[in-house]
Every structure is written in structure tokens, then in C-alpha cells.
């Protein structure tokens, strides 16, 4: 029995009544489950009128391993929370759900704990298939093959046709087709103690495969659209091909002869849905009106708890500017001398950004740590530190130690500290955190200096 797949993107998020009820996730191959969501949503129009017995195929690309976005302003787009809410409006007999290239997030220890979490929410979420990436190879053999295992116990298929010693392809059914779903890399993502094969000639194997045992073949290309119709020219024994490697939905399928090529990446802001042979799909943002998962927000909450009993101080990067070889000495050293800046300091929302993450319970996050603190990893912030717990005065400045030696000794421009800018604000508040950032808005509340 397939597992309960996630289906149904919401153009417009309407919370009102469509006559639908949202089950609770399933999966018959885990014992991992969501709990049940009580809320309406109506169907994307690209689902709506099509017979019942249509398979849907539902995908997401560039995830990065994200149950949420980082949450700390609204408008925020994305995660598998909000993903999985809109699961089970389908019957599950019905969907193909895939997760595409560029789900894993990262190759530091908190990055490859978080993946192998997010492999757990995936098949809470009942995702059927998820695909081998640029990302997931660069990774290396041995955290790649961590994540293997993690997946093969979840009953997760982890595919890709051109990797050498990986499963080269999975059978779903869905509806009234039957499907053998293989994925591809583009073999310069070679190395790391990994082997990749030409592309090409991976899938056309498994092309002679799918017709040998009268299967669709479904390919998830971690490659971009002009590669993904290269690839369908080559491989015209496909009926299917969606690709990951893109900032922008394709508009609707596009007819390579018989081949139709879907493709949606996005860093997992877009969930695809096209229900099979229709004229349209649906590529819909997963924006924040959306309700959460209760089982994704469980199992997020569980990966919090593995943070705090890891400890994994020294990790992550805060985009420190640093001074030469100076170090970092802490903000109640450079109150000495700029109190009127201390004082605006103190009541602004960079003092109290630790405290902001302890509210939430994510202080043991290295992704939220780095904006929060200072200097963690960088000689700043470790594990009860009260010294670095803000985003102080070095977090934007720099270290500050070349600064007040020569303050000290009377000669203070021998210790300038470097410009700032625009661009030093964006280190964290970027397009991704922080997507309602205006520097002429912002600089207002902290406004201090000459």
C-alpha cells in the first residue's frame, strides 16, 4: 500500500469551506505519523474536473532539509510543515509524491542530524520516492551513505540511475498507471568518493526497463529546463520528466514529442502538482497563512531536543567581519567608551535575539544561532556564554580587540574598524530570512554613531 502522499497546492489561501477534510498522514511503511489536521482547503484548479481515477504526481525541489522557513519575520515561503498540511485531499491510490534533488541540508554534523529528521518528516508526510541530487553527492560517500541508511529504514526509496551502487529506480502505481521512477545528476557533480555514470545512458536502461515490464517512466532530473529537454529528446521513451535546477515554474508541460518536461525548483518555496495528462499544472507557494502539521511540528520539535543533547558548539558561520587577526571581546568593552550606543543597543531587538530563540525553544540551533549571537564559532558565542548571547556590537562591527588596545593607548585610528553598509545587514537579514528588509527602515531603530 502506498503511502499517503501530499497533494494539492492552494493558490489562494483560502481557509474556507471546500467540503474537504484533511485526514492525518499515514505510512505503511513507518511508524512515523502526523496528527490529524482539522482544516479545509480547496483544490488547486489544475485538480479540480479531472476523473477521479487521474494519478496526480506531486513534487518539491531544493528543500534543503527545512520543516519552516526561519520564522522570524512573516511572508516567509516554504517548508515541509506547511507542505504536508495539504496532503491528504487525495486519496493516496491516486499520488505519485516525490521529492526531488537538493533535500538535504548540508555536510556539517547539525546539517546531516537535521537531514536525517527531515527524511522522518518525509515519510510521516508519505512521500513515495525521494531523488539523489547535486547536493546530496557533494555530501560524500560516507554522509550520503549515512543518510542511505536512514532513508532504507524508513522505507524511503532513495534513487538515482546514474550513481554508481545506488537503486536506480523505484515501481509506484498511481490511479491507472503503472510507473518506474528513476532520477539523474548531471555527472560533473562527480567526486567525494562517489561515481557518477553519463546520464543518458543510465536512464535509457532504464528506459529499455520501463517498457520491458510496460511501465511509465517518470524521471527526476536534478538538471535545468534546457537539459531536461535534452534529456527528453534522447530519451523519448519517457513519459514524464520533471526538473529541479530552476528558480521559476515552468508555465505548463512542455511536449518534447511524446515526452511532457515539468519543472519547479525554488529552494522548496513551490509545490508541483499536475494531475496526468492535463493541459496545466498547479505551482503553488507554500506561504505562511498556510496552517502547520502537528506531526511535522512534533518531529521538528524532536530534532530541537537532539541539538540540546548533542551540543554542537563551534559549528556554523555568522559571517563575522574580521580585522586583521583580532578577536572578539565582548559588547560591555566597547560600552566603555560608546555609551549613547550601548544605550540605544540594549533596548533594540539585537540584545535580546538569544532570548528570541529561547521563547521558541530553537537557542541549541546552529541555522538560527548564527544570526542570533555573535561570533559562534568564531571565537563568540558557546553553549551558556552570557558575554556573546546577543547580536552585539562585533556581530555588524568586527572584532574588536586591534580596536581597543589602540583606544587604550591613545592612539585610536591605529584600530579603525572597517565601514559598514547595507551589505553587512544582509549577512542575515537576506531574501530568505528576512524578505521585508528595507536598510533605510531598519538602520531607524538601531540608528547610533556619526
Same mark, same amino acid.
Given at each position: ?18 467540503? &474537504? ?13 502526523? &496528527? ?7 483544490? %488547486? ?13 506531486? =513534487? ?18 516554504? @517548508? ?5 498540511? *495539504? ?15 537538493? =533535500?538535504?541540508? @548540508? ?54 540511475? /546514474? ?28 567526486? /567525494? ?31 535545468? %529546463? ?44 513551490? *509545490?508541483?502538482? =499536475? ?24 518531529? &521538528? ?19 563575522? #567581519?574580521? &580585522?586583521?587577526?583580532? +578577536? ?11 555609551? /549613547? ?17 529561547? #521563547? ?60 559598514? +553598509? ?10 530568505? /530570512? ?17
Amino acid at each position: 500500500m502506498k503511502r499517503l502522499a501530499i497533494v494539492a497546492a492552494v493558490i489562494v489561501p483560502v481557509m474556507a469551506a471546500a467540503g &474537504l477534510w484533511l485526514l492525518p498522514s499515514k505510512s505503511s511503511t513507518s511508524k512515523i505519523a502526523s &496528527l490529524p489536521v482539522a482544516v479545509v482547503l480547496p483544490l %488547486p484548479v489544475a485538480l479540480c474536473d479531472v476523473p477521479r481515477d487521474t494519478p496526480v504526481v506531486m =513534487w518539491v525541489a531544493q528543500a534543503k532539509a527545512r520543516f519552516e522557513p526561519c520564522g522570524c519575520v512573516a511572508g516567509m515561503f516554504g @517548508g515541509l510543515m506547511r507542505r504536508a498540511v *495539504l496532503t491528504s485531499r487525495l486519496p493516496r491510490e491516486r499520488v505519485l509524491s516525490c521529492e526531488l534533488g537538493g =533535500w538535504s541540508g @548540508g555536510h556539517q554534523p547539525y546539517e546531516l542530524l537535521r537531514s536525517r529528521f527531515y527524511l522522518r518528516g518525509l515519510a510521516a508526510a508519505g512521500v513515495d520516492v525521494v531523488a539523489v541530487g547535486t547536493a546530496e553527492i557533494a555530501l560524500g560517500s560516507t554522509s550520503l551513505g549515512t543518510l542511505r541508511a536512514e532513508a532504507k529504514l524508513l522505507g524511503l526509496p532513495l534513487v538515482c540511475a /546514474n550513481l554508481d551502487g545506488y537503486d536506480p529506480h523505484v515501481v509506484i502505481t498511481a490511479g491507472l498507471r503503472r510507473c518506474l521512477i528513476t532520477a539523474v545528476v548531471d555527472r560533473d557533480a562527480a567526486g /567525494n568518493g562517489l561515481t557518477l555514470h553519463d546520464p543518458v545512458e543510465s536512464v535509457t536502461t532504464q528506459a529499455v526497463e520501463a517498457v520491458r515490464l510496460g511501465l511509465d517512466l517518470v524521471i527526476l532530473a536534478d538538471l535545468d %529546463p534546457d537539459a531536461c529537454k535534452a534529456l527528453a529528446r534522447a530519451v523519448p521513451q519517457a513519459a514524464l520528466i520533471i526538473g529541479g535546477r530552476t528558480d521559476h515554474p515552468s508555465p505548463e508541460p512542455v511536449a518534447v514529442g511524446s515526452v511532457r518536461v515539468l519543472w519547479s525548483g525554488n529552494h522548496g518555496k513551490v *509545490l508541483g502538482s =499536475w494531475a496526468w495528462g492535463q493541459p496545466a499544472a498547479a505551482f503553488e507557494l507554500l506561504h505562511d497563512k498556510l496552517p502547520e502539521d502537528a506531526g511535522q511540528r512534533a518531529i &521538528l520539535g524532536d530534532y530541537q531536543k537532539a541539538l540540546g543533547e548533542a551540543g554542537f558548539d563551534g559549528t556554523g558561520n555568522s559571517g563575522l #567581519r574580521t &580585522l586583521g587577526s583580532a +578577536s572578539l571581546v565582548g559588547t560591555a568593552i566597547c560600552a566603555t567608551c560608546h555609551q /549613547n550606543a550601548h544605550r540605544i543597543h540594549q533596548d533594540s531587538g539585537h540584545h535580546h535575539a538569544l532570548l528570541a530563540l529561547e #521563547r521558541k525553544g530553537y537557542q541549541f540551533d546552529p541555522d538560527c544561532l548564527r544570526c542570533h549571537v555573535t561570533g559562534l564559532g568564531e571565537g563568540g558565542y558557546t553553549r551558556g556564554s552570557t558575554t556573546f548571547a546577543e547580536v552585539g556590537c562585533e556581530a555588524c562591527h568586527g572584532p574588536g580587540s586591534f580596536h581597543t588596545a589602540a583606544a587604550r593607548s591613545g592612539r585610536p585610528l591605529d584600530g579603525t574598524m572597517p565601514q559598514l +553598509s547595507a551589505s553587512t545587514c544582509v549577512a542575515c537579514h537576506d531574501a530568505d /530570512n528576512s524578505p521585508q528588509f528595507d536598510y533605510g527602515v531598519y538602520w531607524l531603530r538601531i540608528l547610533h554613531g556619526n
